[in-house]
């Protein structure tokens, strides 16, 4: 090695063994580096990236034999380093599609020098492990990724393809709405079931002190056309410990005909009427939860099912969250805006789409299936929930509300 002419004011090695070490000095002003690596030719010059007069240094390999550099030029200590970005690299097991609740073996299998993680599981859930398990609560469709950072920079590394949670074969669920100040909300509880009912147990506990709940209400739901021969229900009003149970059979009086509710998807059990309290701070959550052992009697989340057995439901619990007040509510479903849904809104889509009808004055009431755009889709919807038995149109629906999910649809129009 021959660092040529010119006065070397600066000095420093940095090795790991005979065939893997560092040279740098520095001369002229500048810092220079020689490094030998095992049968490589070795690699001299100066070091760039540092501006200015160098007047010292310092250097130091780490384990894994990438140079760190500590350079004075002009009074300012500068660090300079040869460490490659990190590339993520990981493992998700099973990545097959399942119902909730869904548990996913995670692992870090990055390459390079890595300083932190963040792994985010695209259910607003993160993590920093090097390994665990992650579970999905709620049925969607959930992107999975893991972001690395070192010395080299930082990489992020995406599933090729998202985690799909289905809803399981029997459950209950409340949608995550939206709400104001003051406003009167109707929320449906839905449910799945594989076998057909005789009837159903709901109970749940909600805070008092953000809403007033109204009513339990079977009006308008599937529940509701089996003409159920008993019912029973009850609130309790205590603070953020209150409560609510709803008990539905729908044939137990002569002459019996075994009536029952078909098996289906997202079948609207109830409604719960409630009021949000008027000056609840924006940004306030509450949950309304699917809860066993309620009342006294206590009272658990069944469905009844033939030959006197009960079925465990699944919970999917609903979120109720408090935003600012829209212009204009909506009705799902309700795309000619006359505040009901009828045959005459699947009318109003076909004609839109097909023989140059009128667009509707509010997109978000048209998009029947919420997917986020008005086609054929809404329209199959709207009839196959009208007269097929099919599943319950998404909040807000039967009553009015604002659209718990973000699209380019538009507002609609007075």
């Known amino acids: 090695m021959s660092t040529g002419a010119g006065a070397i004011s600066d000095l420093a090695l940095g090795s790991l063994s005979t065939d893997r070490y560092t040279i740098a000095w520095i001369q002229d002003q500048q810092a ?19 501006a200015g007069v160098h ?9 894994l034999g990438y140079e760190h550099f500590i350079v004075i030029s002009d009074g300012i200590a500068f660090y300079a380093h040869n460490t490659p970005i990190p590339v993520a690299e990981f493992t998700i097991t099973p990545e097959d599609d399942s119902t909730a609740a869904r548990t996913v ?12 993680r963040i792994w985010d599981f695209g259910d607003g859930e993160i993590s920093n492990e090097i390994s665990g ?16 950072t070192g010395p080299g920079g930082t990489d992020t590394n995406s599933l090729p393809n998202p985690i799909v949670v289905t809803t399981p074969e029997n ?6 709405i939206s709400v104001f100040g003051g406003q009167p909300v109707i929320h449906p509880v839905l449910g799945t079931h594989s076998d057909a009912l005789q009837g159903f147990q709901i109970s749940t506990t909600y805070d008092d002190l953000v809403i007033t709940m109204n009513e339990i209400s079977i009006d308008g739901t599937q529940a509701q056309s089996l003409a159920p021969e008993f019912i029973a229900s009850d609130i309790n009003t205590s603070g953020s410990d209150a409560f609510l149970y709803l008990a539905v059979i729908f044939d137990t009086l002569p002459p019996f005909d075994g009536r029952t509710m078909t098996p289906g998807t997202n079948q609207t059990l109830c409604t719960l009427n409630y009021t949000v309290a008027q000056n609840t701070p924006l940004g306030t959550t509450t949950i309304l939860y699917f809860q066993d052992d309620l009342g006294d009697p206590p009272i658990n989340n069944i469905f009844a099912i033939e030959g006197g057995f009960s079925v465990i439901p699944y919970f999917i619990h609903g979120t109720v969250t408090v935003s600012e007040q829209a212009q204009f509510l909506f009705i799902r479903g309700d795309s000619t805006y006359d505040q009901s849904v009828n045959i005459a809104d699947a009318i109003f889509v076909l004609d839109y789409l097909f023989s140059g009808g009128p667009f509707t004055v509010c997109p978000d009431a048209a998009d029947a299936n919420d997917d986020g755009a008005i086609n ?11 007269f097929s038995g099919g599943e319950t149109i ?3 629906y039967p009553g009015y509300g604002l659209d718990p ?7 609609c129009l007075p």
């Open 171 to 176: 459950a209950f669920e409340m949608a995550d």
């Open 32 to 50: 220079h580096r020689y490094a030998v690596e095992s049968d490589t030719t070795p690699v001299s010059g100066a070091l760039e990236g540092i």
């Open 105 to 116: 073996l995670f692992e870090d299998q990055s390459v390079g020098m890595i300083e932190t």
């Open 405 to 411: 999910t973000p699209d380019s649809l538009g507002d």
């Open 394 to 396: 998404p909040y807000p």
């Open 376 to 386: 054929i889709g809404d329209a199959i919807s709207l009839l196959h929930y009208l």
């Open 55 to 63: 007047t010292e240094l310092d250097l130091s390999l780490d384990a």
């Open 133 to 148: 398990e992650h579970t999905y609560i709620e049925p969607g469709t959930y992107n999975i990724s893991l972001t690395v």
